[in-house]
Antibody, heavy 120, light 108 residues
Framework: EVQLVQSGAEVKKPGESLRISCKGS????????IAWVRQMPGKGLESIGI????????RYSPSFQGQVTISADKSINTAYLQWSSLKASDSAMYYC?????????????WGLGTLVTVSS | SYELTQPPSVSVSPGQTARITCSAD??????ACWYQQKPGRTPVLVIY???ERPSGIPERFSGSSSGTTVTLTISGVQAEDEADYYC???????????FGGGTKLTVL
């Protein structure tokens, strides 16, 4: 079964750093882009960026460039999303999703999400 | 920046046809896909490559494209189709993806 398993919910203070993870299984991790998506409370889906674990080619949406870092460790089939200094406005649900080449790179498998709460 | 525009809401009665549009602000656009998200749930892919349906998605879901607008059509809407629907496409530069703002489908 193709799965993306995300790390658990986080509660952090403003200014702290954070890295959340997304582990793929049941498919060839290195040949599928992984997308990160933000959903703020009561709001829509926003594309953060994508990474190709095979060679770590990473691309960011303009709104998120410089705000977060996306990385991957193909040896353990895991992608990461990290912040160096969190803000309250980073509080949101964060999803990772697999982009399927055969589907025009639409995201056919999603993780359950990691809820990040940033509060003093 | 590249934007996809959806109507905030669409309402239909059960058994009717719902159409949700997604308009791009630039030509030409790449393939689009559609996701369904129910409250508290993870998004589910319902249409890819403008009009293809993943396995397991009911036939009443279909997609089409004309110019810079793609449309998700749900024929014979059922109560269970009530959800938020998002279109998504890739910027022509290939550097990033964009979601539409989402459309709340209400089944009256």
């Amino acid at each position: 079964e193709v799965q993306l398993v995300q790390s658990g919910a986080e509660v952090k203070k403003p200014g702290e750093s954070l890295r959340i993870s997304c582990k793929g299984s049941g498919y060839t991790f290195t040949t599928h882009w992984i997308a990160w998506v933000r959903q703020m409370p009561g709001k829509g889906l926003e594309s953060i960026g994508i990474i190709y674990p095979g060679d770590s080619d990473t691309r960011y949406s303009p709104s998120f460039q410089g705000q977060v870092t996306i990385s991957a460790d193909k040896s353990i089939n895991t992608a990461y999303l990290q912040w160096s200094s969190l803000k309250a406005s980073d509080s949101a649900m964060y999803y990772c999703a697999r982009q399927e080449p055969a589907h025009g790179r639409a995201s056919d498998v999603w993780g359950l999400g990691t809820l990040v709460t940033v509060s003093s | 920046s590249y934007e996809l525009t959806q109507p905030p809401s669409v309402s239909v009665s059960p058994g009717q046809t719902a159409r949700i549009t997604c308009s791009a602000d630039a030509l030409p656009q790449q393939y689009a896909c559609w996701y369904q998200q129910k409250p508290g749930r993870t998004p589910v892919l319902v249409i890819y490559k403008d009009s293809e349906r993943p396995s397991g998605i009911p036939e009443r879901f279909s997609g089409s494209s004309s110019g810079t607008t793609v449309t998700l059509t749900i024929s014979g809407v059922q109560a269970e189709d009530e959800a938020d629907y998002y279109c998504q496409s890739e910027h022509s530069s290939g550097t990033y993806w964009v979601f539409g703002g989402g459309t709340k489908l209400t089944v009256l």
